[in-house]
């Protein structure tokens, strides 16, 4: 199971930037999908998740009307597409899987096992 | 939202101590609840899901225990490799982190 990130680097305020996830190893379209950020020196911050087929997204408050997250099954890639970039969003942008788990009511609840390396974000001018 | 806060934000020890970290959750989360350790420069790794259940290839020094609001993580005999950080996760609404705990050598 391999999750690796890619499309980070420096970007200007106001700018946009585009960030890649390939999966490999397991069923992708089996699998919610989740971004997950760490500011420098900060800890981890929840960003936003995808249903497995893709029609059900939510996000952060402090991203919503910014990024989009969206997949390709076909390409077992994840996407976030991240606009109006802030100083406040360099991080380490990492892509993760998540696993369900039932309760005794057969309600599923998820949670993230696997983490890809991480991408970086800078967003300075 | 649900917060998470964990304690303490850094704790001092020895190889061989025993560890305890905790989280509290702001409202009822039942138990699911995971924990992560994330070494510096490396991304997180799970240890715990389901606030008690052990990873498949985790080390059994490695437990979890709480349901509701309050769940801890312990270290039965701190190793090397364990020196790192940790945060729990609650996975019951939207999802949310603890803002970490540093393990440091004493």
């Known amino acids: 199971v391999q999750l690796v990130e890619s499309g980070g680097g420096l970007v200007q305020p106001g700018g946009s930037l585009r960030l890649s996830c390939a999966a490999s190893g397991f069923t992708f379209d089996s699998y919610w999908m989740h971004w997950v950020r760490q500011a420098p020196g900060k800890g981890l911050v929840w960003v936003s998740r995808?249903?497995?087929?893709?029609?059900?997204?939510i996000y952060a408050d402090s991203v919503k009307g910014r990024f989009t997250i969206s997949r390709d099954n076909a390409k077992n890639t994840l996407y976030l597409q991240m606009n109006s970039l802030r100083a406040e969003d360099t991080a380490v942008y990492y892509c993760a899987r998540a696993r369900g788990i039932f309760d005794s009511a057969s309600n599923v609840y998820y949670y993230i096992d696997v983490w890809g390396l991480g991408t970086t974000v800078i967003v300075s001018s | 939202d649900i917060q998470m806060t964990q304690s303490p934000s850094t704790l001092s020890a020895s190889v061989g101590d025993r560890v305890t970290i905790t989280c509290r959750a702001s409202?009822?989360?039942?138990?699911?609840l995971a924990w992560y350790q994330q070494q510096p420069g490396k991304a997180p790794k799970l240890l715990i899901y389901?606030?008690?259940n052990l990873e498949s290839g985790v080390p059994s020094r490695f437990s979890g225990s709480g349901s509701g609001t309050e769940f801890t993580l312990t270290i039965s005999s701190l190793q090397p490799d364990d020196f790192a950080t940790y945060y729990c996760?609650?996975?019951?609404?939207?999802?949310?982190f603890g803002q970490g705990t540093k393990v440091e050598l004493k």
């Open positions: 389901k606030a008690s």
């Open positions: 996760h609650q996975y019951s609404g939207y999802w949310t």
């Open positions: 995808v249903s497995s087929f893709g029609d059900n997204t």
């Open positions: 409202q009822s989360i039942s138990s699911w």
